[in-house]
């Protein structure tokens, strides 16, 4: 295993001044201190990780909390693909992520209990459910929490701009010659009823009624039901001509009903997504969805985790939805 001393040796320095270098620290010349950071590289030396939490009281280790209606999480395109740029900002600085369930061997712990039993230095959660009583108390436990669409006390989040991205939907459906628009909800939680209410807004302020036949309930990435859902609007004895679906994954079973009845979209029958996922760009028809930007969010939860677990709190973000056209 390569160590300071061998390192040292071989760019004829000390091994306080690779320790120096390699932590980013001052004291060594920044022409030596790449030299060397070269040479760790060059060599394979990784640092001790129970040492380096010894010196700096840290674990590094970043608990990683994802939890749908389905206990598919990982499943989930649009929590994955926010992970992902998350991971990709924390691995930066260093640290490295962990699952958090609620076992360990046999034994069902709380995920409070995980955290502590993993000396965790910080959490990453995004969920449907965020009044979960354990989650509730792992937020009120003084550990450093990051949250995605919701706001715990004391903690930072970042949120999407969900009654926009609804706005923007419906407006475009409205400038694209539609008056009777549906709206298929996702599971019950804090950020459907957001997207609910911003519905009812903005057909209101379009000054289009709102009928409760048009507003249907699914759940979020269930192709089945939202197929179903869609098939009874369709069978109305007044049909909407758009439907605002609870996310794109959901929305290919909306688009199968649609073709079942034999309509054509968009000829017949527009769909309108949320999410603006990659695979939407390659389906037949593409889809009109309100994107998410994934990667902002990702890496702004990263920043601020990372604040809060130095003491400093930030206020929370909102990284805006936008809409995207085929």
């Known amino acids: 295993m390569i160590t300071l001393k061998d390192i040292a040796r071989e ?57 749908d209606d389905d206990n598919h999480s990982l499943l989930h395109d649009f929590f994955v693909s926010v992970l992902e740029h998350f991971k990709d900002t924390m691995e930066e600085q260093g640290y490295d992520l962990m699952l958090l369930n609620r076992t360990i061997g046999q034994r069902t712990i709380s995920y409070l209990e995980h955290c502590r039993h993993s000396n965790l230095d910080g959490v990453f959660v995004a969920c449907i459910d965020f009044s979960d009583p354990e989650i509730m108390e792992l937020a009120g436990a003084g550990i450093s929490l990051v949250s995605i669409d919701h706001t715990y006390p004391g903690h930072p989040s970042v949120y999407s701009d969900n009654e926009d991205g609804i706005r923007q939907a419906v ?79 959901a929305a290919l079973g909306g688009q199968m009903a649609i073709r079942e009845a034999g309509l054509r979209i968009p000829e017949d029958m527009s ?56």
């Not at 089945?224 to 109305?236: D, G």
């Open 11 to 67: 760019c004829g320095v000390s091994v306080a001044s690779v320790s120096k270098a390699l932590n980013h620290m001052p004291g060594v010349g920044a022409k030596t201190a790449l030299r060397i950071r070269e040479c760790a590289s060059r060599l394979g030396y990784l640092p001790n990780a129970a040492a380096k939490a010894l010196k700096t009281n840290r674990s590094f280790i970043i608990g990683v909390l994802l939890k």
């Open 171 to 249: 407006l475009y459906a409205y400038e694209m010659g539609h008056r009777r628009i549906a709206f298929v909800s996702g599971a019950a939680s804090s950020v459907t009823d957001k997207r609910h209410k911003a519905y009812i807004q903005a057909m209101r302020s379009l000054g289009l009624p709102v009928e409760p036949k048009y507003h249907r309930f699914s759940r979020y990435r269930d192709i089945h039901r939202t197929r179903a859902e869609t098939s009874a609007l369709l069978a109305l004895p007044t049909p909407p001509t758009c439907i605002l679906m609870p996310d794109d994954y």
């Open 271 to 326: 769909v309108i997504g949320f999410d603006g996922l990659d695979f939407v760009s390659y389906i037949h028809p593409r889809l009109t969805t309100v994107r998410q930007n994934v990667e902002l969010i990702g890496r702004e939860a990263a920043r601020l985790l990372l604040s809060h677990i130095d003491n400093k709190i930030p206020a929370v973000k909102r990284p805006l939805s936008r809409c995207r056209y085929p």
